[in-house]
């Protein structure tokens, strides 16, 4: 399987057909994903069963019952949700379908069983549209050691807030303080780096609000260097799969989202690693 790294040296592109992959290699791009955080294949032509076969090799994918009133909308399928405002055959839009940028966040972050891995297949209109990944384990290893100990043992809890990272109503409000998470956390792969959902990040336990916003501020201003950021500007057909634990991701203000599609699918690594 041929790959190659983009300039920022972490970033995997797989220069293959994408449907001619067999087992192992699938196998293979997935532990580059979680080794790596962000792999991308240019200009594939896929199938929706495809595209859920592809992640299924990989572990269990999140399903949507057709009768789910919530998503029966924005579903494609039972394991595809549709990203754009682009209105279906009952004038709905899509998931996200929003102009304005949505901001950086991760995949249901404040919930311990949630899928650790995003799969996102530009469909159409993608050209124009920019979306962008942080890698935690970077940004991790270039803290200073003295910041490293202070937050080594630190526990965050997340939750959702209208408007911080989204105009979307899809989500509800909410703050979970019963699932904590280690801000420092070591990944599948033996990867050490931040979880650090930051617009979904609402507290450190045991520490006051001013100790929290301290080092909110300090780790926020770090993650945000460019050198910890990879930019994926799309073309129809484009995959790019990331994993949920040590990146955050942000599509840009776009102006063509009636006409942009995307499929996302969120899905495990359970047949290759075991429990989440």
């Known amino acids: 399987m041929q790959t190659r790294l983009d ?20 196998e293979q791009v997935i532990r580059l994903v ?9 200009e594939q032509s896929m199938t929706p069963e495809q595209e ?22 924005i579903a494609v399928g039972n394991h595809i949700l549709r990203v754009t405002g682009e209105k279906n055959a009952e004038c709905e839009p899509g998931l996200f379908g929003h102009v304005s940028a949505l901001d950086w966040h991760a995949n249901q972050c404040s919930n311990k069983n949630r899928d650790p891995l995003i799969w996102l297949y530009g469909v159409k209109g993608t050209a124009g549209s920019r979306t962008s990944w942080i890698n935690m384990i970077e940004a991790y290893k270039a803290l200073p050691d003295n910041i490293k100990n202070y937050i080594d043992d630190l526990q965050i809890y997340c939750g959702y807030e209208s408007g911080k990272y989204s105009t ?3 989500f509800k409000d909410h703050v979970n303080k019963d699932n904590l998470f280690d801000l ?8 050490k780096g931040l979880y650090f959902p930051f617009l979904q990040t609402f507290g450190v336990d045991n520490l006051d609000e001013e100790e929290y916003n301290n080092i909110w501020k300090l780790l926020y201003d770090h993650v945000l260097d460019e050198k ?16 949920q634990w040590l990146s955050v991701h942000k599509r840009w203000e776009f102006h063509g989202m009636n006409e942009r599609v995307l499929h996302r699918i969120a899905f495990n690594y359970d047949k290759i690693y075991g429990d989440k």
């Open 52 to 73: 859920v076969d592809f992640c299924k090799v990989a572990g269990t994918v999140q399903y949507y019952p057709s009768d789910f009133e919530r998503t029966k909308h």
């Open 7 to 26: 300039k920022n040296q972490w970033t995997v592109y797989v220069d293959e057909d994408i449907n001619s992959l067999n087992k192992q290699q699938i």
């Open 168 to 170: 979307s109503n899809f």
């Open 228 to 243: 910890f950021m990879y930019h994926h500007d799309w073309s129809d057909g484009d995959i790019v799969i990331s994993e």
């Open 184 to 191: 420092v956390m070591e990944n599948k792969e033996g990867q």
């Open 34 to 42: 979680v080794s790596n955080m962000v792999v991308v294949f240019k």
